[in-house]
């Protein structure tokens, strides 16, 4: 399979050459309505248009946007959208919720609910994206089921990344921001052209940064950040007809994961607990105190020094895209997009925020090899009273993640499970796409506009999962080789790098609990998205329109220490059908702008990590399907400029999540049926503020002040999570005893600066989080303990922005 994408990538041009698309980009009219009304130019449906003309919900920062507000980290852009949410994992992937549609886990190989793509090349999975966020033009937040248009299949919505373009005169210049724990961070570029058809782009990002957590039982520190990111865009029309665009992109990111903060102990055995699950510090309310291990068990056999949970990180990423654009007549447009990513890391995790080695994960090890095909026909950019597309998408992926989990000081490493205390994990997946694809519009009249599309994917993912001890050490297989004696009758002598895993539990004698091979499943499946709608321009400023759209989200692969296979099944696709009317509007004299919008969500199957009682190791993770839930909200957002230099921009969400069907085990053992329950990470409401005030100088320069809020109410990390008590054993120890409700905070940033004549160079002093108000991400339950991974405490700095051209 790889030597077949080499060779596409190789020979692309000459297929090209056969294929091309409707301009994606600004046309001239689309420019001078943007100049006139100050908005933004979307490619939201795949062809430049004003965001106030797209009938759907689209959120969209362009560059002067993210520049004043300093929004330099993917984070800091998912708190600037209402209903976005950017949670931090244990192991280091990101989990994007929007509109309360998210996967909260945290696996390589772990398609999103919110697809992420870079100029619509699609960037498969979550930890792809992670260094995306320098010299862009703009970024479109599409809310809403997005199934038809994008490469990606999608739930909750959809992240487009737009990077700026070769210029058509030589230009170049710099941001550097310095800021409190000495970070220094900046991006570069030069651009401009090299003939008179060849334009050329490169962007430089690095950052570093000292460590921002302490150890609050020790002398110790972590949290440091070092990396490197590069951009390298060309763009070459060799005729009027003709459009070649590559984007290659590369980064090698060697920060430190983020320690979490350890808020419950809870004894795997409650009835002989290990000193250390009685006596583990719990992490006071500091959003810089932390804890961690630096050593695996003391005095084991397997003491390898480089082994060790001491947070680390070492991620290489290279990306490429090459699009080209063919116009086969006057109206009909035809393109190609082909993309390549590939990953690798060598990572280690402290999952406990202790110092001890209650679970830890000192080796997380993993590669992806993703290729995306898309080629597609359009008429969209022509302007006829009917604009069509129609396409084909292939995608192929390889992900390979390797962990070992160690767990020497917890009471699962007891003489009745033969003093063990290390498992490996080695789960490797193939995953085939097939989709084509079919949109169109129809102008009925000038202001009465009909629009639909339809979406036909062939999902396949090959997974192979195993459970085995690399450790000489032989206690885990000679536990599993009794085990298989004892429920199957059958001896199976397991050495180093067997699986152990039993095919089943607790079954009679011969039929089931024998340890083995990998377990082996192909999940196929299939669906068809939709969506079709009506936009009503009822003057030129004013649009109301109408939508109903259904997405799908493929099934997944759990990657997780499990002693018994039941553990690894998937969890399968989910689907969610949205009905959505909403307005978008310019009133007094385009001084305001306001949109808004109300939907209902019918979520069918969501994903979500749940629990199995095993019986011989007690409860364990495992993905699940909630049978179904419903999603009610509604949002809007106001800009207005009352006077020269003042604007005011507000945003507010509103959600009402429920289940209406799943029953299934809690993080504590209970059975529990989970009808009228919460969905997570879905705050019920989510305010966001911004006031921007620039005062011109006699000189010709300009001051400005800023001032940023967020504000959002209670949200559970799990379903039912405002519901779940810590029980009350006499050894479970807590700092919450409802401690998967996330409290709800306000956070204020600000900045002031000024820009000197000629807009080539501007300064700004700026604060992030400036009352050091503590907020928390996420909260995670992890066999014997619970922990939460906070935002950053106060920042502040200087930025230094220079351009030439």
Known sequence: MKKIVYCVLASSTALIALCATQPAFAAAAADQEQQMYGEIIV?????????????????????????????????????????????????????????????????????????????????????????????????????????????????????????AKPTDELQAGFNINYGRFNEINGTAFISGPISDTIG??????????????????RPDTNGQQGYVAARLITVWEPTDKLKFELNLNGSVDRSQPQALQIIASLPSNPAAPTVEELTTPLTPRDLRAADWSTT???????????????????????????????????????????????????????LDGSRFELVDNPRDNGRIFDFSQEVRLSNAASGAQFRWTVGATYNYSEVDQEQDITYGANSLASAANNFIFISTIQNSGVMNNYAAFASGEYDVTDRI?????????????????????????????????????????????????????????????GTGGVPGGPLLIDLKQDNISFTGGIDYQVTDDTLLYANISRGYKAGAFPVITGS????????????????????????ADNAITWRGAAFYQDYRNKQIQGTVNTGLFGLLQRLDNVPRSYILGFETDIVVRPVDGLTLTGSASYLKTKVQEYSGITVFGDQKDFAGSKLPFAP??????????????????????????????????????????????????????????????????????????????????????????????????????????????????????????
């Open 43 to 163: 490619t939201a449906n795949k062809r430049a248009e004003n965001l106030s003309k797209v009938g759907s919900s689209v959120v969209a920062f362009d560059s002067s946007m993210l520049q004043d507000r300093n929004i330099v980290r993917i984070e800091e852009l998912a708190s600037s959208v209402p209903s976005l949410a950017l949670s931090p994992s244990t192991h280091g992937t990101p989990v994007w919720t929007l509109r309360g549609v998210g996967f909260n886990a945290d696996s390589l190989g772990v398609y999103p609910a919110v697809s992420l793509s870079m100029d619509q090349a699609p960037m498969s999975f979550p930890v792809l994206s992670g260094r995306s966020m320098y010299d862009l033009e703009r970024v479109e937040v599409l809310k809403g089921p997005q199934g038809t248009l994008f490469g990606q299949n999608s739930t909750g919505g959809a992240i487009n990344f737009v990077a």
């Open 200 to 217: 050329m782009r490169l962007a430089i990002d690095a950052g570093h940064r000292d460590d921002w957590q302490y150890s609050f039982t």
């Open 296 to 350: 695996g068990r003391v005095g084991n056999e397997f003491q390898d020094p480089t082994a060790n949970p001491d947070p680390r990180g070492n991620r290489r990423l290279f990306q490429g895209f090459l699009r080209a654009d063919y116009e086969v007549s006057d109206s009909i447009d035809l393109t190609s997009i082909t993309t390549f990513n590939t990953l690798s890391q060598q990572m280690s995790f402290d």
């Open 449 to 509: 506009k009909l629009k639909g599309g339809v979406r036909y994917t062939n999902t396949s993912n090959a997974n192979s999962m195993c459970n085995t001890d690399l450790v000489p050490s032989q206690n885990v297989q000679e536990l599993f080789t009794l085990l298989g004696e004892l429920l199957a009758g059958q001896t199976v002598p397991l050495g180093p790098g067997d699986c152990y895993s039993l095919n089943e539990n607790n079954l009679p004698i």
């Open 564 to 587: 018994t296979q039941a553990v690894f099944f998937p969890a399968t696709q989910e689907s969610v059908t949205s009905y959505e009317a909403g307005f978008k509007t310019r009133l």
């Open 684 to 805: 019920e409401w989510t305010l966001i503020g911004d006031i921007d005030y620039r005062i011109p100088t006699a000189n010709d320069g300009e001051f400005f002040v800023g001032t940023s809020v967020n504000f959002r109410t209670d949200q559970a990390a799990y379903i039912a999570g405002d519901e779940l008590a810590i029980p009350d054993n006499g050894v479970n120890r807590w700092t919450n005893r409802v401690p998967f409700n996330i409290d709800g905070y306000t956070l204020v940033d600000a900045r002031i600066g000024y820009t000197f004549p000629g807009e080539k160079l501007t300064v700004t002093a700026w604060g992030k989080n400036i009352f050091n108000t503590f907020n928390v991400q996420n909260i995670i339950s992890y066999n014997n303990i619970i922990t939460q991974a906070v935002g950053m405490p106060v920042t502040y700095g200087m930025s230094l922005r220079v351009r030439w051209n």
